[in-house]
């Protein structure tokens, strides 16, 4: 099973024809949407529709949106058992998207910043079973249960995002750590790395972490890049017309998580995690548009699978 210790929102997206500068208005070019987000439902969601068996664990609020949150992952047979209540408010992003695709987001994190890493038992930390995390919940409760994990050899995951909030000492107990571009530029900077080339801003990141720990850059259309004992692979990804690119980074880190959960191996993960992260751009909103497997791997064979260089 996959353990995702991770935040729940509501997006609510306002289709645009362009951002806003400060001091603009700018009117929606169509109605805006309510759906459910957060990078750890979202993850979820992509790893279960990947064929794994997942569970959530975080904090929501008394309201109609945390019922939706939680609702929405219980009908994808996703445990939310896992989701304790909390004082404040249910997450909510306020997630532009433009005519290109491209998004920006501002996001209420409420009830996630009350997600403590003692919500997950001791019990669910075993070596069969991955922990999934990002930083949209407290990093000190993501880095606690990580340390958890790594004393009870749980493999873990980090989607070091938002990259602001990422720490060196966080990097102790990771065995895969995914970073967008940006991030991983926001990401050096913190680990004071003066490399500018992701390929070595992967491999110097790798140095700071624990031995045999993968660091992967996503690209967007240009694909990924990895970086794991001292190997460097590339894998390019499906070329689409993008809609929505709310989601494409979870995508690929629930869809990694559910190929290794399923026994694969991590290159594997992140061939199948680049392609369905494409696929999830198709239409607008963060988890309706995650990928089934079977739309993955009727596109996977298109791209060519990673390639150490
Ligand atoms: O990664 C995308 C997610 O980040 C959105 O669903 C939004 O809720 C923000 O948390």
């Known amino acids: 099973m996959i353990i995702v210790f991770g935040s729940l929102n509501i997006n609510t997206v306002m289709p645009v024809a362009h951002f806003p500068k400060p001091g603009e208005t700018v009117p929606c070019t169509s109605d805006y949407l309510s759906h459910p987000g957060g990078k750890g439902a979202n993850q979820a969601v992509a790893a279960a529709r990947a ?47 433009d005519s290109s695709g491209m998004n920006m ?73 995914i970073v967008n571009e940006v991030e991983a530029h926001q990401l050096a900077h913190t680990l004071q790395i003066a490399e500018t080339d992701p390929r070595l801003i992967a491999k110097a990141i790798t140095r700071l972490g624990s031995p045999g720990m993968a660091c992967i850059i996503t690209l ?33 880190c629930g869809i990694f998580a559910a190929r290794l959960q399923l026994g694969h191996d991590w290159r594997n993960a992140m061939h199948y995690a680049g392609v369905g992260a494409a696929l999830s751009c198709l239409a607008l909103g963060a988890q309706e548009s995650m990928p089934f497997i079977d739309d993955i791997e009727a596109h996977v064979h298109k791209v060519e699978p990673p390639r150490k260089i």
């Open 51 to 97: 064929g794994a068996k997942v569970a959530v664990v975080g904090k929501i609020g008394d309201d109609s949106f945390g019922r939706r949150c939680v609702n929405n992952l219980k009908n994808q047979s996703i445990w939310a058992s896992g989701i304790g209540m909390s004082e404040h408010p249910t997450g909510h992003s306020t997630v532009a998207v």
């Open 220 to 252: 967007e259309s240009k694909g990924s890049v990895a970086v794991k004992n001292d190997e460097t692979y590339v894998v390019r990804t499906l070329q689409v017309d993008a809609v929505d690119t709310t989601g494409a980074g979870d995508a690929f």
């Open 105 to 177: 987001s501002i996001v209420a994190p409420g009830a996630n910043n009350d997600a403590t890493a003692d919500q997950v038992p001791d019990e669910v930390l075993i070596p069969r079973n991955i922990l999934l995390t990002q930083l949209e919940v407290p990093p000190k409760e993501t880095f606690m249960v990580l340390s958890r994990a790594r004393n009870h050899k749980t493999p873990t995951i980090l989607d070091a995002s938002p990259a602001t909030k990422m720490t060196k000492e966080g990097l102790a107990n990771v065995d895969y750590l």
